[in-house]
Nanobody, 123 residues
Framework: QVQLEESGGGLVQPGGSLRLSCAAS????????MAWFRQAPGKEREFVAA????????YYKDSVKGRFTISRDNAKNTVYLQMNSVRPEDTAVYYC????????????????WGQGTQVTVSS
C-alpha cells in the first residue's frame, strides 16, 4: 500500500515557475514507478510525466518537454515536478500516481493516487 499527498500548487504568472511535491508513505516507495497527471475543468485526466523506480528513466508529454522536470528522492519518499515557463494551458489539478513495475502514460494503469493540488497560471 502507498499513500500519496501532493503539495506546492498555487497561482503563478505565465512564464513563471512552480515546484510540486508528492510525499509517499510506505517502506517500498523505491519499488514504484511514479507519474504526474493533470485534469483541467471539463477535460479528462491526462498524463504529464513519469519516472522509473530508480529515477534513471523519465518520460514526458510532448507539450511539457523542456519545461517540466520530474525527479525523485527515494531517501525522502518524495517525487517532484519542477514546472518552468508555465502557460495558461497548464492550469489544472495535478495528481501524482504510483504503480509497481515500469511506468506507463495510461491513467488506468496506476493503482495509487493523491488527492491533487491546484495549479493556476494567470496574470
Amino acid at each position: 500500500q502507498v499513500q500519496l499527498e501532493e503539495s506546492g500548487g498555487g497561482l503563478v504568472q505565465p512564464g513563471g515557475s512552480l515546484r510540486l511535491s508528492c510525499a509517499a508513505s510506505g517502506r517500498t516507495f523505491s519499488r514504484y514507478a511514479m507519474a504526474w497527471f493533470r485534469q483541467a475543468p471539463g477535460k479528462e485526466r491526462e498524463f504529464v510525466a513519469a519516472i522509473s523506480w530508480s529515477g534513471g528513466s523519465t518520460y514526458y508529454k510532448d507539450s511539457v518537454k523542456g519545461r517540466f522536470t520530474i525527479s525523485r528522492d527515494n531517501a525522502k519518499n518524495t517525487v517532484y515536478l519542477q514546472m518552468n515557463s508555465v502557460r495558461p494551458e497548464d492550469t489544472a489539478v495535478y495528481y501524482c500516481a504510483a504503480r509497481q513495475n515500469h511506468y506507463t502514460d495510461a491513467v488506468t494503469s496506476y493503482n495509487y493516487w493523491g488527492q491533487g493540488t491546484q495549479v493556476t497560471v494567470s496574470s
